[in-house]
């Protein structure tokens, strides 16, 4: 991994590992997923830093980031992306892409809603969700693991379970990653799912039908959480790379960590395409 600090935001202190610190302001921007944390990035941080500057960070109650003094006011799919737009300003990154990883790609989406000015969104294990209409509700498939994604308390085998079921296996789950998964405040899974029922998020679907921001779509054929036909064939997307959803075979939920040499190429197939070499 890459060094690591702090900054310190309205959102708490934030960690962030930083392959580059003081280098130039383009920048790769990683965003982790639900009771993860920076440290599963650590293949793709080595794989690309000498690409691109690359920074990734632990969002609130997360990692090595603080909890939430007022859980309401951080712990929401808007305020993470505020607290990413916060370290972003504050660090002087500009260009930027994004890769947001399951929750860290809806909060990617949530920016992109804000205004954020970004080169590019790549999100993976992320289906864009409707608040209304036919697709409202699509997106995702029920399952004991994705309903875990919202309890506060976890045990040793809910860990162990929705651990597993994110990194696309057992095998995945390394120590850190597990322990990242008992770190997590609970407090950050239920505050947050509370405000998806109540429609605190963007309309996902209407984002990316609408908007130019460059997207690509990079996930497990075999992601276990996704519609992958309402992603396929149920949007159509306004400006997506590779003229579509790139599906990487074998792959579940993250491929970046699972399938490498699958997924790379691709993640660096949209960098030169939004933001040349340095």
Known sequence: MSEQHFIDTD????????????????CLFLIHGNSSLKE????????FRDRIRVVAMDLPGHGAS????????????PHYAEAARAVIAKMGLDPVCVFGWSLGGHIGLEMVAQGA???????????????????????FIPSPELSLAGKRDFSEADCEAYGAATVGGAEHLTQVLRDGVRRTDGLARETMF??????D??????????NATPLAILDGEED????????????????????GRQAIPGAGHAPFLTHPAAFNPLLDG?????????
């Not at 000015?117 to 997106?139: E, F, M, N, Q, Y």
């Not at 509370?194 to 429609?199: D, E, R, T, V």
């Not at 276990?224 to 003229?243: C, P």
Request: hydrophobic letters at 45%; aromatic letters at 8%; one cysteine or more.
């Open 11 to 26: 959102f708490g202190r934030i960690a962030i590992s930083d392959s580059d610190p003081g280098g130039s302001g383009a």
């Open 40 to 47: 599963v990035f650590a293949t793709t941080i080595e794989a």
């Open 66 to 77: 603080a909890d939430a003094e007022d859980p309401p006011a951080v712990y929401t799919i």
């Open 117 to 139: 000015t970004l080169a590019g969104l790549a999100i993976c294990g992320t289906p864009p969700v409707a608040l209304s209409g036919p697709d409202k509700g699509r997106g």
């Open 194 to 199: 509370n405000a998806i029922l109540s429609g």
């Open 201 to 210: 998020l963007a309309d996902e679907k209407q984002l990316v039908e609408s």
């Open 224 to 243: 276990v959480f996704i519609d992958h036909d309402y992603l396929a064939h149920g949007i159509v997307y306004a400006n997506i790379w590779g003229g």
């Open 270 to 278: 949209f960098l030169t395409a939004v933001m040349p070499p340095r």
